[in-house]
Structure formats: structure tokens, C-alpha cells
């Protein structure tokens, strides 16, 4: 894909999910979109040149996700349970609660800790997530604010897992 329609499909992206893309770092070469929801961050993410995995957990979503990314590997299941350890590079999870996302990294021991860096952007409840995070040996490399609406989101990239 060119330079013209990759910074096309960019711009498309809300301005949340845009900052959640920008996140991602500029060297990675895969990652999961854990519950990538209608798959645009996904596609943005492919088009990027990244290996995608991106996932639901119910059937239906599932099917609707297969259904918006003809060709990319969708699967079905919870959190990061449906990864193999080191298979990506990185993960996102966006657009759910602070404690859902501590819940899913902490759910899959073996996963989270090959994993080189995480995408967080939690709907609520971010300044507990960091804490969770910090006292779990992870480290908050950055953290940003997107503001679409009237609303503002924080996203976090996450590195350095400590106690695996
Ligand atoms: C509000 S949507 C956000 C979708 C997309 N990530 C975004 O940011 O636009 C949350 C999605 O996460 C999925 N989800 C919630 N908990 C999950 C889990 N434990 N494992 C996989 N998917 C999950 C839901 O089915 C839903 O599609």
C-alpha cells in the first residue's frame, strides 16, 4: 500500500483510535487487536504492514469481525487466551473498562509475559489500571490523551514486564 492511502486510512480513524494507532510502536511488526470490535483499528493496522491478529469473544461479534476483515486472522475466544506466548510482538486493548483490561493481562500469565508492549486505552477507571499495572512489574512508557467529543481517553503503550 502507498504512502497517499496509508496516511488515507489514518485519517479515517477517530481521533480515539487514531491515538491508539499511534501508539503501536513504528518498528512493530505484529500484533492482536484483543476485542477489535467493527476491526478498524485492525485494518488500519494491517494496511500499516503489521501481522494482525484480532479477536472476539461471542460468536456473533466474531462473525461480524470476519465479516469486516476478509482475509485477516480472526478468532474467537477470551482475552489473550486465544494467543500462543511470544506469537505477536504486542497487543491492544481498547475500549474497555480499566479493570476489564488488568483482568485479561492478568488472566494469561504465559502470554502477557512475552509480550514486548501493550496498547492499553481504557474507557474508565485509567488511574487504577496504571496502578494495577505499575504493581504488577510493568512499566508506563508513555501516555496520552485523544479527546473526540466531549469526551478524552487515555492511552498507554506499556513495556517491561518484570515478574515473569
Ligand atoms: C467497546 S468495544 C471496543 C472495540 C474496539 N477495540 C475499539 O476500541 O473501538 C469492546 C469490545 O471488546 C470485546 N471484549 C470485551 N471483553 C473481551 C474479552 N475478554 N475478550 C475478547 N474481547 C472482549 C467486546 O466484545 C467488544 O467488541
Same mark, same amino acid.
Given at each position: 500500500m502507498s504512502g497517499p492511502e496509508l496516511r488515507r486510512l489514518a485519517t479515517r480513524l477517530p481521533a480515539r483510535l487514531a491515538a491508539v494507532a499511534a501508539a503501536v510502536? @513504528? %518498528?512493530?511488526r505484529s500484533v492482536a487487536d484483543v @476485542?477489535? @470490535?467493527?476491526g478498524q483499528l485492525a485494518r488500519h493496522l494491517a494496511a500499516r504492514g503489521l501481522r494482525v491478529v484480532a479477536t472476539e469473544r461471542r460468536p456473533p461479534s466474531y462473525a461480524r469481525l470476519r465479516v469486516a476483515l476478509p482475509g485477516l486472522d480472526c478468532r474467537l475466544g477470551e482475552g489473550l487466551e486465544v494467543l500462543r506466548p511470544g506469537e505477536v510482538e504486542g497487543v491492544v486493548l481498547a475500549g474497555m473498562g480499566g479493570h476489564s483490561i488488568a483482568r485479561i493481562v492478568d488472566a494469561s500469565p504465559a502470554v502477557a509475559g512475552a509480550l514486548d508492549w501493550l496498547v492499553l486505552q481504557p474507557q474508565q477507571h485509567a488511574d487504577r489500571l496504571v496502578a494495577w499495572l505499575e504493581a504488577a512489574g510493568? %512499566?508506563?512508557d508513555a501516555r496520552d490523551i485523544a479527546v473526540q467529543g466531549r469526551r478524552s481517553y487515555t492511552v498507554l503503550l506499556v513495556t517491561g514486564h518484570e515478574r515473569s
Open positions: 510502536p @513504528g %518498528r512493530a @476485542g477489535a @470490535g467493527d510493568w %512499566r508506563i
